[in-house]
């Protein structure tokens, strides 16, 4: 069974500085995307980024990039020039197609703080 | 945004009850998802839809159905409902083109659900 781990569940970065947030993921399947989602207070969940493990670049959205390791199965989200409103729960996801159906798992989040 | 609405935003039931939450969308994708988020747990897929009248069960679909009538709408139905079903509820949305997951989901802004 696919499994995704965020091994920090809290963490803390000063404004302007960077950040990494990290992910594993365990799956025998080789065609599977990642994704990263922002959940601030208001409970919204947002799409910060998504990588497809078929392209080795990693991808890039404005502050955000990640360091997709698909032979380790890591997937780590890099925060640039943190800003107060990127305080926010962080979500990895992992999703793929498996014997007909959907499969979609779910980190259990890292709270990230912002100190100004 | 992605037009997607919840309702209701919360509600509070007694155990033994029947409780029904609606998810209706306007993007008029073909992709529709129950999720139960708690703590610890992050997201956690209850069932989802492929299209109308087609369902699948995900993770925790232990206690719950759902049904899909038309394009727009996806209920999630607690026959029964109990204590341990106390939680808050996301329903997604998603396109997928030829099969493929690589799609990103979004989220509505979910349902607090408290079972007393």
């Known amino acids: 069974a696919q499994t995704v781990t965020q091994s920090q569940p809290e963490m803390s970065v000063q404004e302007a500085e960077t950040v990494t947030l990290s992910c594993t993921y365990d799956?025998?399947?080789?065609?599977?995307?990642l994704f990263w989602y922002k959940q601030p207070p208001s409970r919204q969940m947002i799409l910060v980024i998504r990588q497809e493990a078929y392209k080795q670049q990693n991808a890039t959205e404005n502050r955000f990039s990640v360091n997709f390791q698909k032979a380790a199965k890591s997937f780590s989200l890099k925060i640039s020039d943190s800003q107060l409103g990127d305080a926010a729960m962080y979500f990895c996801a992992y999703r793929t197609y498996q014997g007909g159906s959907e499969k979609l798992v779910f980190g259990k989040g890292t709270k990230l703080t912002v100190n100004p | 945004d992605a037009g997607i609405t919840q309702s209701p935003r919360h509600k509070v039931t007694e155990t033994g009850t029947p409780v029904t939450l609606r998810c209706h969308q306007t993007e008029n994708h073909r992709y529709m998802y129950w999720y139960r988020q708690d703590p610890g747990h992050g997201l956690r897929l209850i069932h989802y839809?492929?299209?109308?009248?087609?369902?699948d069960k995900g993770e925790v679909s232990d206690g719950y159905s759902v049904s899909r009538s038309k394009t727009e709408d996806f209920l999630l139905t607690l026959e029964s409902a109990t204590s341990s079903q106390t939680s808050v509820y996301f329903c997604?949305?998603?396109?997928?083109?030829?099969?493929?997951?690589?799609?990103?989901?979004?989220f509505g802004d979910g349902t607090r659900l408290s079972i007393l």
């Open positions: 839809s492929y299209g109308v009248k087609d369902t």
């Open positions: 799956t025998s399947e080789s065609d599977y995307y």
């Open positions: 997604a949305i998603s396109e997928s083109e030829g099969g493929s997951v690589n799609q990103p989901q979004h």
